[in-house]
């Protein structure tokens, strides 16, 4: 069955420190991988996606993330944090086995970051 | 641009009480979804549609129903609203259809049903 684990509810970081995000995943297929951020009473907004190609994937606010396929994984990076990156964070992956347009979700990863 | 708009807000049923939630985009997008977010539960997906006239369920559509008559506008209606759907929902919509298309989301629905 397709899933996305998210294995950490918090993280917690000191501004200009680095920051990950945590994110596997379980896929019959070939995945194709997103982050999403959502600031406090907004809705979700894209940071960035994996489809093919290099597995380093830069997004917007200075986000990147990392495909490792031996691992599943699609951790959330950024070389030194901001306290307005506090938000709540969602891993999301498709399958592209099938006829599925489906998203599979995460439960979410709420970063603080600490000035 | 607009995007994704949701209408309302805020709204407080009672028990029993009808609702329509309207989802509006303007980016010619066919795709459109609607999901409900609860605390440690995520985003789950009610109802969804690859085009007008059509709809679909998602893995949460009891107590909902959903209309996509024209293409830039997705309702979600609640025929007898329950405390159960008290919860945060989010409409998105994206375009056709390749599998590695992102989504954009509405600013959200706080409902609470009492």
């Known amino acids: 069955a397709q899933s996305v684990a998210q294995p950490e509810d918090q993280v917690n970081v000191a501004e200009g420190n680095p920051l990950t995000v945590k994110c596997t995943y379980s896929v019959s297929g070939n995945p194709y991988l997103f982050w999403y951020v959502q600031y406090p009473n907004r809705g979700l907004q894209f940071l960035l996606k994996?489809?093919?190609?290099d597995n380093l994937v830069k997004g917007s606010y200075g986000f990147e993330a990392e495909f490792n396929k031996s691992q599943t994984s699609f951790h959330l990076k950024k070389p030194s944090a901001l306290v307005s990156d506090s938000a709540l964070y969602f891993c999301?992956?498709?399958?592209?086995?099938?006829?599925?347009?489906?998203?599979?979700w995460g439960l979410g990863t709420s970063l603080a970051v600490n000035p | 641009n607009a995007g994704v708009t949701q209408t309302p807000k805020f709204r407080v049923l009672k028990t029993g009480q009808s609702m329509t939630l309207l989802c509006a985009q303007d980016?010619?997008?066919?795709?459109m979804y609607w999901y409900r977010q609860d605390p440690g539960m995520g985003l789950r997906l009610i109802h969804y549609s690859v085009g007008e006239g059509t709809t679909a369920k998602g893995e949460v559509p009891d107590g909902y129903n959903v209309s996509r008559l024209k293409k830039q506008n997705f309702l979600l209606g609640l025929e007898s609203a329950a405390p159960s759907q008290t919860s945060v929902y989010f409409c998105?919509?994206?375009?056709?259809?390749?599998?590695?298309?992102?989504?954009?989301f509405g600013q959200g629905t706080r409902l609470t049903v009492v």
């Open positions: 998105a919509s994206s375009r056709v259809l390749t599998v590695n298309t992102e989504a954009f």
């Open positions: 994996y489809i093919t190609g």
């Open positions: 999301a992956v498709r399958d592209n086995a099938g006829n599925n347009r489906k998203l599979i």
């Open positions: 980016m010619n997008h066919e795709y």
